[in-house]
T-cell receptor
Framework: GIQVEQSPPDLILQEGANSTLRCNFSDSVNNLQWFHQNPWGQLINLFYIPSGTKQNGRLSATTVATERYSLLYISSSQTTDSGVYFCAVYNYIPTFGRGTSLIVHP | SQTIHQWPATLVQPVGSPLSLECTVEGTSNPNLYWYRQAAGRGLQLLFYSVGIGQISSEVPQNLSASRPQDRQFILSSKKLLLSDSGFYLC????????????FGSGTRLTVV
C-alpha cells in the first residue's frame, strides 16, 4: 500500500513564528488532504489539495503531485494552532501519515 | 447543509460488555461511510467502510463489527469489549462535492476498564 511520511514528528514554536510541515508519499494519488486534530480530538479539514497551492488565512498548502510531496505552511503561529497535523492521501480510501505534533507557546 | 453526527462523545465500559457507537449523516443520500480508530500515539486505522445499505468492508480483523441498517446510518458494535478496544473512534464520510474531501465526526473516546 501507499506509504505516507510526515516530518517533523514534533515541533515546538513560540507564538508568532512560521513553520513548514512536510508530507511525502510513495505512490501517485488523485487526492490529498491536510487535517488539524485539535486538543479535543476533532479532525478539522484544512485543505483538499491534490495539486497546486491554496491559502486560507495564515495557512497555505502546496502539493507537487509529480514529485509526491505536499507542504503545509503556518505563518504567525498562534497558541490555537497547537495540535496534530495529519496528511492523508488516497485514490479511494485515505492513508494517513503519523502526523506532526505542534505546540505553540505564548 | 451536509453534516455528520457521532455519539456518544465519551464512553467508559467494563471488559466483556457490549458496544454500540452510532454515526449519522444529514443532507445527502447514499454516502460512503467509514469507521476509523485512533489509539494512543496518533495513527489512524481504518476499521470498516460502507458504500451502501448492508454493504460492509472490513479492513482489519477485529473484535468489532459494523452495520449499515439505513442509508445514512453507520453503526460500530462489539459483543464483548476487550481492554485493547480502548481508543478514539471516528466516523467519516465523503461529501457530494469532491472539492472538499473527507469529513470526520467529532469522535467517541472509549475507555474499556
Amino acid at each position: 500500500g501507499i506509504q505516507v511520511e510526515q516530518s517533523p514528528p514534533d515541533l515546538i514554536l513560540q507564538e508568532g513564528a512560521n513553520s513548514t510541515l512536510r508530507c511525502n508519499f510513495s505512490d501517485s494519488v488523485n487526492n490529498l488532504q491536510w487535517f488539524h486534530q485539535n486538543p479535543w480530538g476533532q479532525l478539522i479539514n484544512l485543505f483538499y489539495i491534490p495539486s497546486g497551492t491554496k491559502q486560507n488565512g495564515r495557512l497555505s498548502a502546496t502539493t507537487v503531485a509529480t514529485e509526491r510531496y505536499s507542504l503545509l505552511y503556518i505563518s504567525s503561529s498562534q497558541t490555537t494552532d497547537s495540535g496534530v497535523y495529519f496528511c492523508a492521501v488516497y485514490n479511494y480510501i485515505p492513508t494517513f501519515g503519523r502526523g506532526t505534533s505542534l505546540i505553540v507557546h505564548p | 447543509s451536509q453534516t455528520i453526527h457521532q455519539w456518544p462523545a465519551t464512553l467508559v465500559q467494563p471488559v466483556g460488555s457490549p458496544l454500540s457507537l452510532e454515526c449519522t449523516v444529514e443532507g445527502t443520500s447514499n454516502p460512503n461511510l467509514y469507521w476509523y480508530r485512533q489509539a494512543a500515539g496518533r495513527g489512524l486505522q481504518l476499521l470498516f467502510y460502507s458504500v451502501g445499505i448492508g454493504q460492509i468492508s472490513s479492513e482489519v480483523p477485529q473484535n468489532l463489527s459494523a452495520s449499515r441498517p439505513q442509508d445514512r446510518q453507520f453503526i460500530l458494535s462489539s459483543k464483548k469489549l476487550l481492554l485493547s478496544d480502548s481508543g478514539f473512534y471516528l466516523c467519516a464520510w465523503f461529501p457530494d462535492s469532491q472539492a472538499y474531501g473527507y469529513t470526520f465526526g467529532s469522535g467517541t473516546r472509549l475507555t474499556v476498564v
